[in-house]
T-cell receptor, first 112, second 114 residues
Framework: GENVEQHPSTLSVQEGDSAVIKCTYS??????FPWYKQELGKGPQLIID???NVGEKKDQRIAVTLNKTAKHFSLHITETQPEDSAVYFC???????????WGAGTKLIIKP | EAGVAQSPRYKIIEKRQSVAFWCNPI?????LYWYQQILGQGPKLLIQ????????DSQLPKDRFSAERLKGVDSTLKIQPAKLEDSAVYLC????????????FGPGTRLTVT
């Protein structure tokens, strides 16, 4: 079955700098890759997603890139702000069942 | 548009007791998911419903967990009897279905089993 690995587990960056979180997946049949942000005491919030027919997608300060050949995808956050501090999860899903296979999460810490 | 609603938000029970969680998905969403999230881990799917039918419950510990979505709208997840290792956050998510894959999550129910 599908397996998703996420790195790093913790990332600390200075406010205003960029942050990059990387994920790899194992099943080439996966074709949908969402990213979720989870703040303390809240459920995961979908922040951006990408489908396998697209290489990059941007939404203001966040972007996601996908390399299907290498089977990895990354989340990029530019001009980080204190409110970006949270746990970020990547996930992968196949067309067959739409179920999400989740990475282990990255705790992003924005230092003032 | 109202989000996914869950109740209660917190629950503390003793082992071997029973507990039930309730979820009301976003209006019009056909697909409903229950996840278990242990501290420091990603969510783990327990069961997926499409309208009032079960799509996948392969990871639901059926000897103690049960779930239903009788009218294809809200859903309940029950644990009976609870074990210490059931301490986790139980998340409900919904999606439109019909090719629309974005899942939207509720705030979760934090269960502590003592």
């Amino acid at each position: 079955g599908e397996n998703v690995e996420q790195h790093p587990s913790t990332l600390s960056v200075q406010e205003g700098d960029s942050a990059v979180i990387k994920c790899t997946y194992s099943d080439s049949a996966s074709n949908y890759f969402p990213w979720y942000k989870q703040e303390l005491g809240k459920g995961p919030q979908l922040i951006i997603d990408i489908r396998s027919n697209v290489g990059e997608k941007k939404d203001q300060r966040i972007a996601v890139t996908l390399n299907k050949t290498a089977k990895h995808f990354s989340l990029h956050i530019t001009e980080t702000q204190p409110e970006d501090s949270a746990v970020y999860f990547c996930a992968a899903s196949m067309q067959s069942n739409y179920q999400l296979i989740w990475g282990a999460g990255t705790k992003l810490i924005i230092k003032p | 548009e109202a989000g996914v609603a869950q109740s209660p938000r917190y629950k503390i029970i003793e082992k071997r007791q029973s507990v039930a969680f309730w979820c009301n998905p976003i209006s019009g969403h056909a697909t409903l998911y229950w996840y278990q999230q242990i501290l420091g881990q990603g969510p783990k799917l327990l069961i997926q419903f499409q309208n009032n039918g079960v799509v996948d419950d392969s990871q639901l510990p059926k000897d103690r967990f049960s779930a239903e979505r009788l009218k294809g709208v809200d859903s309940t997840l029950k644990i009976q009897p609870a074990k210490l290792e059931d301490s986790a956050v139980y998340l409900c998510a919904s999606s439109l279905g019909q090719g629309n894959r974005e899942q939207y999550f509720g705030p979760g129910t934090r269960l502590t089993v003592t």
